[in-house]
């Protein structure tokens, strides 16, 4: 079967935009340290709940995306196209707002608690094991990509329901900080 050569170049064009959105992020962060480091703390605070937001959606919505692969038969026309959105999500979405959500959150920890508190670093465990599981999906995409995966359908949907457990949990710790 012969690459779409269009799917290339539109996967590479995104990775260019979404390229040019976090250096601007970091530029617009940095600036705006700058201008009102007294309220900066808020500010990153917000960037960080927005990156955490974006990195469950795309924790939530992949492992339901490889329920429907499974479905897909190798070579077709659906199974090239789940694994452009496998792709594209891990790389265009996940990916970023992991890592934006690791940066603001030791960031907020380090200014905020001077990384005291049970309840902080039990947060940071499950944010550990959070991102164990994004390890563990990304392998997945690895697994998809190259017409290897040999899990079941019941068990992506099983897999699914591991980054709501640990949100769950994180909301809980952060929330009522109950140590």
Avoid: C
Avoid at 85 to 93: F, V
Avoid at 137 to 155: H, I, M, Q, S
């Amino acid at each position: 079967m012969m690459p779409d050569i269009r799917n290339t170049n539109s996967t590479g064009q995104a990775m260019k935009r979404m390229a040019i959105g976090i250096a601007a992020l970091a530029v617009l962060t940095g600036l705006l340290f700058l201008a009102a480091p007294d309220s900066f703390y808020l500010w990153a605070k917000a960037i960080h709940v927005l990156a955490v937001i974006s990195w469950m959606a795309g924790m939530l919505y992949l492992p339901r995306l490889f329920v429907y692969h499974v479905d897909a038969e190798k070579g077709s026309v659906q199974s090239e196209t789940f694994k452009v959105m496998e792709r594209r999500l891990l790389r265009g979405i996940i990916n970023p707002a992991m890592t934006l959500t690791w940066v603001f959150g030791l960031w907020l920890a380090w200014k905020g608690f001077a990384f005291q508190g049970g309840w902080l670093h039990a947060k940071i465990a499950a944010v550990l094991l959070m991102s164990g599981v994004h390890g563990y999906l990304a392998g997945a995409v690895r697994k998809f990509a190259d017409d290897r995966n040999e899990k079941p359908a019941r068990y992506w949907r099983i897999v699914n329901e591991i980054p709501t457990l640990l949100m769950i949990v994180i909301v809980i710790l952060v929330v009522v900080k109950p140590f």
